[in-house]
């Protein structure tokens, strides 16, 4: 089967829209095809992996934990936009330390996550086969 | 709706509240499906419940098959052993009786 590079672009916040949850939905099923998978933050899209979500008080279930399983499904590149994360005060201390163990390191524990500027971001993005935005 | 000593289950047997879930509910669910429970069914339906609580989704059979191995080493952590003790699939079969939603991509 041919590898292709997939994209998702996150730009929405967690919760008030089913957009967050749908694309990592979306997300986890693809990973069962072996693709080259990676993740973009943008926008509001950013406060998806901010640290300690807590959705008790909308009763929904807090599926931000589920980023950390990423690694599991072999999903290691999650790029930020540095330019969104600053216009909301944020700073990529305030995200989830997520990471993933590489196979061809003796398994060790590396970050997944990785602020790069817009220009950076649109560049790989124009090195993709395939954007889906959410 | 069908149920399993009062707890509600969908059509393809998974518990439709995962509150509702207990070890009871787990054997009658095992027994219904001709496998008794052993000591080995229960290391995966307890990890399966542990993987959920940490990262609220159920694995997908190969990450549960690799994290297994990780844990409870590679005699344990292949399909054939684990297909051994979850004949309709550890994925499907082992979530179903650790009260799991069916695994996110499974068919």
């Not at chain 1, 909301?88 to 196979?103: A, F, I, K, T």
């Not at chain 1, 060790?108 to 993709?128: D, F, G, R, T, W």
């Amino acid at each position: 089967m041919t590898t292709k590079k997939f994209m998702y672009l996150n730009r929405r916040s967690s919760f008030g829209t089913v957009y967050a949850i749908e694309s990592l939905e979306v997300v986890l099923i693809a990973a069962a095809f072996e693709q080259d998978v990676s993740l973009a933050f943008i926008d509001d899209g950013v406060y998806q992996i901010v640290e300690g979500q807590n959705a008790d008080g909308i009763g929904m279930k807090n599926f931000s934990k589920t980023f950390h399983a990423l690694g599991d499904y072999e999903i290691n590149k999650l790029y930020v936009s540095a330019e969104s994360l600053e216009q909301r005060g944020l700073s990529s201390n305030d995200l989830m330390p997520l990471v993933y163990e590489d196979e061809d390191d003796d398994w060790a524990e590396k970050p997944s996550v990785k602020v790069v500027s817009n220009a950076q971001l649109s560049k790989i993005m124009s090195e993709q086969d395939v954007c889906l935005s959410f | 709706m069908a149920d399993i000593l009062g707890a509600e289950v969908d059509e393809e047997g998974f518990l439709v509240n995962l509150g509702d879930w207990t070890k009871e509910i787990a054997e009658q669910m095992a027994k219904d499906d001709d496998v008794d429970l052993s000591d080995e069914h229960w290391d995966v339906i307890n990890f399966l419940r542990d993987y959920f609580e940490e990262y609220q989704i159920a694995p997908a059979v190969r990450v549960l098959t690799k994290a297994i191995a990780k844990r409870m080493g590679k005699d344990k952590g292949n399909s054939k052993y684990l297909y051994s003790l979850f004949p309709y699939g550890p994925g499907k079969q082992g979530c179903r009786f650790a009260g799991l939603p069916k695994p996110t991509g499974c068919i």
